[in-house]
């Protein structure tokens, strides 16, 4: 399952460095894409997993990584250096990754069938709504079309994402609206509209809420930033 998130990380220092993507539109993006990923990297490694409780957990989570696992990631991030080696590679590495995952300290997060069972119909929400973000539902509908009560679906709904539904599409549509513009493909207005917005003042007020700073000024500072210049030379 996938969640929207944005992250900045404000300082960094020899001894504790940060491993961290920026807002610009080339970041390396890594998915382990459990369940079955790692469902198939289990049964062959022969890993067995224990479940510690039946509670559902969020979709994202804070651990500590192990030296194997910070290593791997770095061999990950150094293709970036070897576009020749990346499509050989890079499959190997994080298939490696997977495999530190589901054998380390966190394993059974990546095997939670209440976060990604589609049979409990969040699954499936969460799909539909990544799809179809740019288009006005309501959670009845959502709840009736999946077999789930409005009230079920809410609860578990917050329970993976930590949001509503319609606060889940908002995320989506903003920060494909941020993607839009700093990628040169639209301006405030167009880019609210292309991600359903029928009002760019609404927009604009939810991205400052959002974001911090209204849609031009925003993306202004992030161009503007010592960070994206130097990882746009």
Not at 29 to 37: D, M, Q
Not at 129 to 144: D, G, H, K, P
């Amino acid at each position: 399952m996938r969640a929207p998130f944005s992250f900045s990380h404000c300082s960094g220092l020899e001894s504790s460095p940060a491993l961290a993507s920026n807002h610009a539109s080339n970041a390396l993006w890594f998915s382990v894409g459990c369940p079955p990923a790692a469902a198939r990297n289990a049964a062959e490694a022969r890993v067995q997993v224990k479940r510690r409780d039946q509670k559902p957990k969020t979709a994202a989570f804070v651990g500590k990584s192990d030296r194997d696992l910070l290593e791997l990631l770095l061999k990950l991030l150094r293709l970036l250096e070897r576009p020749r080696d990346v499509g050989f590679l890079s499959s190997l590495i994080k298939r490696e990754i997977i495999f530190r995952l589901i054998t380390g300290e966190h394993a059974h997060l990546f095997f939670q069938t209440t976060l990604f069972d589609p049979a409990d119909g969040v699954g499936r929400v969460i799909d539909w709504i990544r799809q179809n973000y740019s288009s006005s539902f309501t959670v009845e509908r959502l709840a009736r079309s999946n077999g789930v009560s409005v009230s079920g679906l809410h609860h578990k709904f917050k329970a993976v994402t930590t949001m509503s539904p319609l606060q889940y599409q908002k995320q989506l549509r903003l920060q494909e609206a941020r993607r839009l513009m700093l990628d040169g493909l639209a301006n405030a207005t167009t880019a609210a509209l292309q991600v359903g917005y029928e009002s760019p003042s609404q927009f604009s007020r939810e991205y400052r809420r959002r974001f911090g700073l209204p849609p031009r000024q925003d993306i202004q500072a992030i161009r503007a930033s010592p960070d994206t210049r130097a990882s746009s030379d």
